[in-house]
C-alpha cells in the first residue's frame, strides 16, 4: 500500500479529472489482490444546481449502471484503461428539501456517513437475506462480499464519503482494511484538487457566462484586456417592471424575474449565445462569430432564440394567469457588430462584459419595442443575414446614435 499512496501523492493528484484518478485508484487496488466490483466518492459541491457528485467506478465487465433512488442533473459514463467511471449529479431540492433528502439516501451507508459515522463495514454472507443497508441486496446479488465506507475530510472542513466493494473469498482482511484507510487522507486531497477546479469553473460559468468564465480560467484577469469580437447582439428588457415593483413585494418581484429569465435564457443558451449580464430586469447576450460559425448563422441563432423566447414568454404567461398574477411582456432588440470583449472596471472590482456602437443600437432598438407594440427588433444589417420573417417598420432616430435607422420587425 506504500507503493500506492505513493503513487497518489506524486501522480494521481495530477490526474486530468476524476474519472482518470479513480480508476487508477482502483487499478492499483486490484493489482494488490483486492479484487473490487465497485468504488464510490461522493463529495458536496458548491454550484447553482448540483448538490452532490457521485464518481462510481466499476470494471469494465460490470454492465450495469449505479442507481441512486433519486433525481439527477446529469449523468455520464467514461471508459477507462480499467474500468467505467459513471459521474452523477444530485440536484438541490425545491422548497427547502433537499433532493438527497429522500428515502432511499437516508437507508444509504453515505447518510450515516454525513451524519457523523467514521468507519461502516458490512460482510456481505452467501445466501444472506437481510442487510444493514438496502443497497447491499443489490451488492451481493452481483457477487460482493464485502463492504466497507469512510468519511473523507477535506480542508474546509466538509465532509464526502468514499466507499469499496469487493468479491473477494471472505472478503477484506485486516490488512486489506488498514491499508484503505492509509489511503483515505491523500485520496481527499486528490479529490479536492479536482472539486475545488469544478467549483471554480462552475461559479465562474454561472456568474460571468461560459466563454468569459473560461477566458478568466485561461489567465485575462488584467483590467483593459480585452479582444475585439464580431457578434449578434441581443439586449431584452421587460416592460412597466419599474412601475409593478413600486407595488409588489421584494421577493415577488425577485420570483418573477427568475421565472422570467429562466424562460427566456434558455432559447438563447439552446441556440449558442453566451448570456454576459442580467442587468435589473434586461438581459445582455452575444451569438460570437468564430470559424465554426459564420456572421449570418449567428443573426440567423439570434433570431431563432428570440421567437423561442417570446414562445418560452407566451408559455410562462399561460402559466401566470393560472396562478392569478398579471402577464409579462418585454421588448427584443437584435443588432450584428463589432464590440470590445473583456474585463473593464477599477482595481479591485472588474466586470467581463462587451462595449462599443454596436452594443448601444441593440440597446436603442429594444427601446423602440414598447413605442411600436413589438416584442422583437432587428436592425438592418441583423436582417440582411438572418433568414426569417423579417420585413422593415420603419426609419427611426435613435437616442445618442447619429442618423436614422431602418428597423425591422417579425
Keep these: 500500500m506504500n507503493s500506492y499512496v505513493r503513487w497518489l501523492v506524486s501522480t494521481g493528484r495530477f490526474a486530468p479529472n476524476p474519472a482518470a484518478l479513480l480508476s487508477g485508484v482502483a487499478m492499483r487496488l486490484c493489482a494488490d489482490g483486492l479484487d473490487l466490483t465497485r468504488m464510490n466518492v461522493q463529495p458536496r459541491t458548491l454550484h447553482p444546481q448540483i448538490a452532490m457528485l457521485l ?15 433519486t433525481r439527477i442533473v446529469h449523468s455520464e459514463a467514461t471508459h477507462q484503461d480499467f474500468g467505467v467511471v459513471q459521474e452523477i449529479a444530485l440536484p438541490h431540492g425545491t422548497s427547502g428539501r433537499a433532493a438527497t433528502d429522500t428515502e432511499a439516501f437516508r437507508a444509504s451507508p453515505f447518510f450515516a456517513i454525513y451524519e457523523g459515522a467514521t468507519h461502516i463495514r458490512s460482510r456481505i454472507a452467501t445466501g444472506a437475506t437481510t442487510f444493514d443497508f438496502p443497497i447491499l441486496r443489490d451488492l451481493a446479488a452481483a457477487g460482493a462480499t464485502d463492504y466497507a465506507a469512510w468519511p473523507l475530510r477535506l480542508s474546509d472542513g466538509s465532509v464526502s464519503a468514499f466507499s469499496v466493494t469487493t468479491k473477494k473469498t471472505g472478503g477484506f482482511t485486516d490488512a486489506d482494511i488498514e491499508g484503505l484507510e492509509s489511503l483515505l487522507d491523500p ?21 460571468l457566462g461560459r466563454g468569459p468564465g473560461e477566458a ?10 480585452l479582444v475585439h469580437l464580431e457578434a449578434a447582439i441581443w439586449f431584452s428588457d421587460l416592460r412597466g417592471f419599474t412601475r409593478a415593483s413600486a407595488t409588489v413585494e421584494a421577493t415577488e418581484l425577485v420570483e418573477w424575474l427568475n421565472e422570467y429569465f429562466g424562460a427566456i435564457a ?16 434586461a438581459m445582455l447576450a452575444v451569438f460570437p462569430v468564430t470559424s465554426e460559425r459564420s456572421r449570418a448563422a449567428c443573426c440567423e441563432a439570434a433570431l431563432r432564440a428570440a421567437v423561442s423566447g417570446n414562445a418560452a414568454l407566451d408559455a410562462l404567461n399561460g402559466r401566470r394567469v393560472a396562478r392569478g398574477l398579471p402577464e409579462l411582456e418585454h421588448g427584443i432588440g437584435l443588432h450584428v457588430g463589432s464590440v470590445e470583449y473583456g474585463n473593464i472596471g477599477a482595481d479591485r472590482r472588474l466586470d467581463f462584459t462587451v462595449i462599443g456602437q454596436a452594443v448601444n443600437l441593440a440597446s436603442r432598438i429594444e427601446s423602440l419595442c414598447g413605442k411600436l407594440g413589438r416584442r422583437t427588433l432587428a436592425s438592418a444589417d441583423l436582417a440582411a443575414l438572418a433568414r426569417g420573417d423579417l420585413a422593415p417598420v420603419g426609419s427611426f ?7 436614422r435607422h431602418v428597423v425591422h420587425g417579425l
Design 187 to 207: 485520496l481527499a486531497m486528490c479529490m479536492e484538487v479536482h472539486l475545488r477546479g469544478y467549483v471554480a469553473q462552475s461559479l465562474l460559468h454561472t456568474y
Design 266 to 281: 434558455l432559447p438563447v443558451e439552446e441556440n449558442e449565445g453566451e448570456i454576459l449580464k442580467f442587468i435589473g430586469d
Design 397 to 403: 432616430e435613435l437616442k445618442g446614435l447619429p442618423g
Design 55 to 69: 464518481y462510481t467506478w466499476r470494471p469494465l465487465e460490470v454492465a450495469s449502471e449505479m442507481r441512486t433512488g
Design 216 to 225: 478568466v480560467l485561461a489567465g485575462r484577469v488584467c483590467r483593459g484586456d
